[in-house]
Structure formats: structure tokens, C-alpha cells
């Protein structure tokens, strides 16, 4: 009978491992982050001189919830805090081999 427990958590286990779960609040800020990094590596190549104020900046993110669109994609909305405006926003994330992407709405 313990043989059989135990092969069963063992079971379960791996196929707990195999499920993705939606993204979490530190996955949407880093996806979201490295968009506006690419955004400000874009405006700083227009505009090498680019003042901070030209540069977007992710103060905070609260993520509200998320629902799946696919094996690989969700839908999430977040309170964010981009430089001085706040504002709730849907980002639409894939999961990717090296983690969460933004890949709009």
C-alpha cells in the first residue's frame, strides 16, 4: 500500500510540474519593464542626448487579475505607475523560454 502512495504523489507531482500558472505581479512589472526599456533604448537612439523626462519609467505595477487566452497567453490588467501618471491597463503576456513578454493588448 505504500508502495502505491507513493508512486502516486510522485505522479502527481510531475504532472503538477507540467501546468503553467498565470503571471504573477513580479512577471507582469519585469515584462512591462523591459518594454519601456526597449521604448527609452529606441528614443535614446533617435536621441542620444534624450533628457529623463523624454525616458518612461515603471514605478509600480498591482497586478488585479488575469485571464487565460491560450496555452502560452494571458490577459492581465494592472494598476500601474508609469513617471507621474497611475492608471489601470490590460497587457496581454506570452510566456516565453526566457520568461513573461508584453506583446500589447
Keep these: 500500500m505504500k508502495k502505491y502512495t507513493f508512486v502516486a504523489i510522485i505522479l502527481s507531482t510531475f504532472l ?3 501546468c503553467d500558472s ?3 505581479e513580479n512577471d507582469i512589472s519585469n515584462a512591462l519593464n523591459k518594454s519601456i526599456e526597449s521604448g527609452n533604448s529606441a528614443i535614446r537612439a533617435i536621441n542620444p542626448n534624450a533628457s529623463q ?3 518612461r ?3 509600480s505595477v498591482k497586478k488585479i487579475d ?3 487566452k ?3 497567453t ?3 490588467n494592472a494598476e500601474v505607475a508609469i513617471n507621474d501618471e497611475n492608471r489601470t491597463t490590460s497587457v496581454t503576456l506570452l510566456k516565453t523560454e ?7 493588448n
Design 74 to 76: 494571458y490577459k492581465c
Design 98 to 104: 526566457d520568461g513573461w513578454k508584453a506583446i500589447g
Design 16 to 18: 503538477l510540474a507540467g
Design 66 to 68: 488575469c485571464i487565460k
Design 22 to 24: 498565470e503571471p504573477s
Design 53 to 55: 523626462e523624454m525616458l
Design 70 to 72: 491560450s496555452d502560452k
Design 57 to 59: 519609467k515603471l514605478n
